[in-house]
C-alpha cells in the first residue's frame, strides 16, 4: 500500500510541477541558473570520471586480448561501445544522482522544514512548480552535453593509457574506434541520459518537498532520494534497453 501511495503522491506532485508557470521570464532566469549549478558544477566529476573509465576500460581489454588471431584494433572498438552504449549514459548518471540527487533533495527539503515553501504558498505561489520545473529542464537540457563530453573524454582516456602503456597504438586504436560505428547508438543513449536527468531532478525534488521534521528528516529524505533514483535508473536501463534496440 505504500508504494501505491507514493506512486499517487508522486503524480499529484508532476501535475502541480507541470503546471503552466506564472512568468515565463522568471522561468528562464531559474532555468539558467540550475544549468549552472547541476550542469556546468558537474563538468569536472564527469570528466575525472571518464578519463579513468576509458582508461580502465581499455588496459582491461587489451590485458585480455592477448590473443594473436585478435586485432589489436578491437581494444579501441570496445573502449568505444563501453563509453556510447553504457558507462556515459548509465554510470555517469548513477554518479549524478548522488552528487545532484542528495543535493536538490537536502535544498527543497530544507526549505520545506524552515517553511520557506509555505510562505511562498501564501503569497499564491505555485511552490512545486516554481522549484522543481526549472531543475527538470535545466538537468534535460545540459546532461546530453555531458553524455557527449563523457563519450569525448573516456575515448580520449583510453586513447592516453593504451598508448603509454604501450598495450596498443595509436592507430589501431583510432582504426578500433571508427570500426563499425552505428549512430543510432548514439540516438539511443541520448534518449536514456534524458530520462536519467528527469529521474535524477524529480525524484528527490518529491522527497525533500514532502518532508516533515527537522534536519534529521532531510537527512533520511536525502539518502531516500538517492536510493530510489539509482534503482529506478538502473530499471529504466533495463526497460528503454529493450524498446529502443530490439
Same mark, same amino acid.
Given at each position: 500500500?505504500n508504494?501505491?501511495?507514493?506512486?499517487?503522491?508522486?503524480?499529484?506532485?508532476?501535475?502541480?510541477?507541470?503546471?503552466?508557470?506564472e512568468?515565463g521570464?522568471?522561468?528562464?532566469?531559474?532555468?539558467?541558473?540550475?544549468?549552472?549549478?547541476?550542469?556546468?558544477?558537474?563538468?569536472g566529476i564527469?570528466?575525472?570520471?571518464?578519463l579513468f573509465?576509458?582508461?580502465?576500460?581499455?588496459?582491461?581489454?587489451?590485458?585480455?586480448?592477448q590473443?594473436?588471431?585478435?586485432?589489436?584494433?578491437?581494444?579501441?572498438?570496445?573502449?568505444?561501445?563501453?563509453?556510447?552504449?553504457?558507462?556515459s549514459?548509465?554510470?555517469?548518471?548513477?554518479?549524478?544522482?548522488?552528487?545532484?540527487?542528495?543535493?536538490?533533495?537536502?535544498?527543497?527539503?530544507?526549505?520545506?522544514?524552515? *517553511?520557506?515553501?509555505? %510562505?511562498?504558498?501564501?503569497?499564491? #505561489? &505555485? /511552490?512545486?512548480?516554481?522549484?522543481? =520545473?526549472?531543475?527538470? @529542464?535545466?538537468?534535460?537540457?545540459?546532461?546530453?552535453?555531458?553524455y557527449?563530453?563523457?563519450?569525448?573524454?573516456?575515448?580520449?582516456?583510453?586513447?592516453?593509457?593504451g598508448?603509454?602503456?604501450?598495450?596498443?597504438?595509436?592507430?589501431?586504436?583510432i582504426?578500433?574506434?571508427?570500426?563499425?560505428?552505428?549512430?543510432?547508438?548514439?540516438?539511443?543513449?541520448?534518449?536514456?541520459t534524458?530520462?536519467?536527468a528527469?529521474?535524477?531532478?524529480a525524484?528527490?525534488?518529491?522527497?525533500?518537498?514532502?518532508?516533515?521534521?527537522?534536519a534529521l *528528516?532531510?537527512?533520511? %529524505?536525502?539518502?531516500?532520494?538517492? #536510493? &530510489? /533514483?539509482?534503482?529506478?535508473?538502473? =530499471?529504466?536501463?533495463? @526497460?528503454?534497453?529493450?524498446?529502443?534496440?530490439k
Amino acid at each position: 500500500m505504500n508504494l501505491f501511495e507514493n506512486v499517487g503522491k508522486f503524480s499529484r506532485f508532476l501535475v502541480l510541477v507541470f503546471s503552466k508557470p506564472e512568468k515565463g521570464k522568471t522561468l528562464f532566469s531559474q532555468i539558467l541558473r540550475e544549468i549552472d549549478k547541476l550542469g556546468i558544477n558537474s563538468i569536472g566529476i564527469v570528466v575525472i570520471i571518464s578519463l579513468f573509465m576509458g582508461a580502465v576500460i581499455t588496459l582491461q581489454t587489451a590485458y585480455n586480448m592477448q590473443n594473436p588471431l585478435l586485432p589489436d584494433y578491437l581494444v579501441g572498438y570496445t573502449t568505444r561501445e563501453s563509453m556510447i552504449l553504457e558507462f556515459s549514459s548509465t554510470i555517469v548518471g548513477l554518479i549524478l544522482a548522488g552528487k545532484v540527487g542528495s543535493n536538490i533533495a537536502s535544498e527543497i527539503g530544507s526549505m520545506r522544514v524552515t *517553511e520557506q515553501i509555505d %510562505a511562498l504558498e501564501i503569497m499564491g #505561489v &505555485n /511552490s512545486a512548480n516554481h522549484l522543481v =520545473l526549472p531543475k527538470i @529542464i535545466a538537468a534535460i537540457f545540459i546532461n546530453p552535453f555531458l553524455y557527449v563530453l563523457s563519450v569525448f573524454v573516456g575515448i580520449t582516456g583510453g586513447l592516453l593509457a593504451g598508448y603509454l602503456s604501450g598495450t596498443v597504438n595509436f592507430t589501431d586504436y583510432i582504426d578500433g574506434v571508427q570500426f563499425a560505428f552505428v549512430p543510432y547508438y548514439i540516438t539511443y543513449s541520448l534518449i536514456k541520459t534524458a530520462v536519467f536527468a528527469f529521474i535524477i531532478t524529480a525524484i528527490p525534488s518529491f522527497y525533500g518537498y514532502y518532508v516533515k521534521g527537522g534536519a534529521l *528528516e532531510v537527512g533520511k %529524505a536525502s539518502t531516500k532520494a538517492v #536510493v &530510489n /533514483s539509482s534503482i529506478l535508473i538502473l =530499471l529504466a536501463n533495463v @526497460i528503454l534497453t529493450q524498446i529502443l534496440l530490439k
